[in-house]
């Protein structure tokens, strides 16, 4: 799970199956004094995946494909640096031939330092990246 926002420690973080959203925000440490955790549901189920963001008191609107804990669908975000083949398919303009280049590339190359450097793969160009800002993240 991808958290954000007011919490001690934002970043991604592995939980059990059935974990909610409190257990997510006290494995990073816990709000900060100025999240609005009345706009949140702290009870909901996290999925793999999913990117959750917990707002500031006075915050209007949520970043794009991010959820305020269950508020709304989150969309996972894919790391190109531990994503499958099957998790790079699910990128928009991502098939199974990019998506096996972007494997040998990266296992040839090392680690991409950005989603720019998927440039660096053959049939990947700046359009495409451009398509994948959203959806994909090289930590």
Not at 47 to 74: K, M, W
Request: hydrophobic share 45%.
């Amino acid at each position: 799970m991808h958290l954000s926002g007011q919490v001690a420690t934002p970043g991604v973080y592995r939980l059990s199956p059935g974990a909610r959203v409190i257990d997510l925000v006290e494995l990073a440490g816990g709000s900060l004094p100025g999240a609005d955790l009345e706009r949140m549901n702290l009870a909901a189920v996290v999925l793999d995946g999913d990117r959750i963001h917990v707002p500031a008191f006075g915050e209007d609107d949520l970043p794009d494909a991010v959820s305020a804990a269950g508020s709304a669908e989150a969309t996972p975000i894919v790391d190109v640096n531990r994503a499958t083949l099957a998790d790079l398919e699910e990128l928009p303009g991502i098939g199974p031939s990019l998506a096996a280049a972007i494997i040998d590339d990266r296992d040839r190359l090392g680690a991409f330092a950005s989603v720019d450097d998927l440039t660096r793969v053959s049939g990947i160009g700046p359009a495409t990246v451009d398509r994948l800002r959203s959806d994909a993240e090289a930590r």
